[in-house]
């Protein structure tokens, strides 16, 4: 009996879930110096000595919320306004990198900011995928893979980060683990130039879906005959004279067809393609480096409670 208890002080004492009790519910433990009890209340007195900060309206998580009402205006403007979304979506994307600007000169990081501005541009980038695939529906599997490796690999890395990590930032990468993850997150030209180069690419992409017949056919085929003026032969068929729903899908790819040219997308497509593509590799580098993380606490949190038992004590 005493040999199992100290086994299970042990495992509760090098497990990084031991936070968590056996029913489920997290127990209340000490976070940052606040804890229950006499402790709590010395460290109250000593509070009084600070004024009260709400940390919903520091400047960097304002700025935060402007880049979600411009984002939700962009998702507004999307199905046929191509200029005003892509402006109103670039300037939201922009906003990415002032927010961590001002929250270093103000001296005003926190977590709530960081999961915030880390959302933002998670949810942004999977609505821009979701129209992509509903304008190229051929190319959807793609555009529906790269949501996904998006989210799990994000979210993967940052849950390894808050569990194994001592609860420290989730850009917080040492060089040991992998050292392009560190330079991706310690150096603010990389992050940005491969932020910012992404999501041009899938800009280009969309502006596309607006002009070019290569990605994007038109639904009616023009005739070189000329249209003459008998009844029933009009020169242009009105999108409401084919589609009782104006805004069904064959509605609005017709809408949108030949409405901007082609050329100038089909560049910045081509120049940010190389970028787009090694933000995929390191978002498959982060996800299995973040679930290799993971596993090494599994296993050195089963070996602290005796797991798995010598073949010997199996018989």
Partial sequence: ?????????????????????????????????????????????????????????????????????????????????????SGLYSISCLLDALDGYAARYFAQSTRFGAVLDMVTDRCTTACLLVFLSSAFPRWSLVFQCLISLDLASHYMHMYATLVMGAGESHKQV????SWILNLYYTNKIVLFLFCALNETFFIALYLLSFSSPLLSPSLLQTSDTPSTLQPGNPSHVSARSLFANPYSAGALELARANKMDSFWPWVIAGVSCPVMFGKQILNVVQLVKASRWLALGDRAARRAAGLPRPSKLRK
């Fill in 174 to 177: 040492d060089k040991g683990r």
């Fill in 1 to 85: 009996m005493p040999e199992a208890r100290r086994r299970n002080q042990a495992a509760a004492a090098s497990n990084p879930f031991s936070l968590i009790s056996k029913s489920g519910a997290a127990r209340e433990e000490p976070m940052n110096g606040i804890g229950n009890g006499a402790a709590q209340n010395g460290l109250t007195s000593n509070e009084n000595d600070y004024p009260y900060e709400n940390i919903f309206v520091f400047w960097p998580n304002l700025i935060g919320y402007t880049r979600i009402v411009l984002a939700v205006l962009s998702l507004y403007y999307m199905p046929l306004h191509p200029r005003t979304c």
